[in-house]
């Protein structure tokens, strides 16, 4: 048992998952450290975040994942430095954990350009924390408008700012749009779909800035249609409790979400490497980073380049491409053969918009509509893991197609501080 290869993996996102099941049918003995306990499915986040689905359906626990293979264990804790000399990382608690490959998958966090004071009022979506906390300040703030007769007084509840026109951004406006203007307004006296709004800002000239700019217009013209605002050119000047400033524009409304941009987890900067503008690991083609064969870095938190000198994008099927090709390598070198560089294989991205509406690039075949989000669907729900997850989400999606209801919509927050918050706000308006 001591003379088997230690595999020690930090992160159970995409990348670590796809490692550490390509690496079970081994002699190797692997480690899969993670801050939470479950593997959490990033791209469906924001239908947590609207009431479309509960945190369960997108989420499994790391220790059932792999709760058959012997030779993975599962540490619920958080990597603070890497003890290179050693060849072990160092959990917050002090406990040592010894490696012969290291595989870091950190992912990212939202990155608020200086700004951290931002973060308090215009919350990311990347836990499933996040997504439950918007899910329940979009419900209260309809319940608010609900309460107010003053139509003046109420326009703030029912105006949702999303800050970011990347897929995270035109989701959540897509979603947030179909959810005030439709799904639940049947169920609120005193609200009219008309009175809402929901504004979609963007610093660039264009939404989906990585999609053909064919795309980029048509997701633009679909969210206009479903009565979203698409601001272009608009940069954010400063957030506050109440509204979002721009250079000409001040946007009254405590409904604030930002997507606007993400920096890699900070364990990166103890491994004094290279890094990109964005915190990132400039790694070598082996996923490598210089100076080291036994450490390795992927996912969000690694800068790898494609073909034409470009980036490649914080995406699901890159993190899951790195992890199956590091399993692939260490396999290679526990039998003393060589590894070509690691070459990534773009199958297409997509977005959805909303209800039957998405967007999709696939190996330069670009849809939208109908197919695009059947397209779109059937390929999430491919990647969800575990059978039960996969009937709950498409059991969930049939349902809201056919009846436009959202199922998920509670708010666990206590009724006296909801009250009290409402009044507060009242006062200040």
């Not at 380049?305 to 090709?325: D, F, H, R, S």
Request: charged share 25%; hydrophobic share 40%; glycine share 8%.
């Amino acid at each position: 048992m001591d003379d088997e290869p230690r595999v020690v993996i930090v992160g159970g996102g995409f990348g670590g998952i796809a490692a550490a099941r390509s690496l079970r049918k081994t002699d190797c003995r692997i480690t899969l450290i993670d801050k939470k306990n479950h593997h959490l499915f990033q791209p469906l986040l924001y239908q947590v975040a609207t009431a479309a689905l509960s945190p369960g359906d997108i989420a499994v626990p790391i220790r059932a994942i792999f709760s058959r293979n012997k030779n993975i264990e599962t540490i619920l804790g958080e990597v603070t430095e890497v003890d290179q000399e050693q060849k072990s990382v160092i959990l917050s608690d002090g406990e040592a954990i010894p490696y012969d490959y290291l595989i870091l998958a950190p992912g990212a966090r939202y990155n608020y350009f200086g700004n951290e004071k931002w973060q308090e009022f215009a919350p990311g979506l990347k836990t499933l924390n996040n997504a439950l906390a918007i899910r329940e300040r979009v419900l209260i703030s309809l319940e608010k408008a609900d309460k107010i007769k003053d139509p003046k007084k109420r326009k703030p509840y029912l105006t949702y700012a999303v800050i970011g026109g990347g897929p995270t951004g035109v989701e959540m406006a897509g979603a947030i749009a179909e959810i005030a203007k439709r799904n639940m307004m049947r169920d609120f006296r005193q609200i009219s779909p008309d009175e809402t709004d929901v504004i979609l800002i963007e610093a660039a000239d264009a939404i989906l800035n990585g999609y053909p700019s064919e795309l980029s217009e048509k997701a633009k013209k679909e969210l206009e249609k479903m009565g979203v605002t698409v601001m272009l050119n608009s940069p954010v000047k400063e957030i506050r409790e109440n509204g979002v400033q721009m250079d000409d524009r001040f946007i009254d409304t405590p409904n604030i979400i930002w997507a606007a941009g993400v920096e890699a987890s900070p364990l990166i900067g103890v491994l004094n490497c290279e890094t990109d503008k964005m915190g990132r690991a400039r790694v070598r083609g082996d996923l490598s980073i210089p100076g080291s064969d036994n450490i390795f870095v992927i996912g969000d938190a690694a800068y790898v380049e494609n073909n034409e000198g470009k980036p490649l994008p914080a995406l699901a099927p890159v993190a899951l491409q790195q992890g199956t090709y590091l399993a692939k390598l260490i396999k290679n070198r526990l039998k003393g053969k060589d590894t070509p560089s690691f070459s990534y294989t773009d199958k297409g991205s997509m977005a959805t918009i909303g209800r039957a509406r998405a967007v999709a690039d696939v190996r330069g075949f670009k849809f939208s509509g109908l197919f695009a989000w059947l397209l779109w669907s059937l390929i999430h729900i491919f990647f969800l893991i575990g059978f039960r997850n996969r009937f709950r989400v498409f059991a969930e999606w049939i349902w809201h197609y056919i009846t436009f209801k959202r199922g998920v919509r509670l708010i666990t927050t206590d009724a006296d501080d909801v009250a009290s918050r409402m009044k507060d706000r009242q006062k200040e308006t």
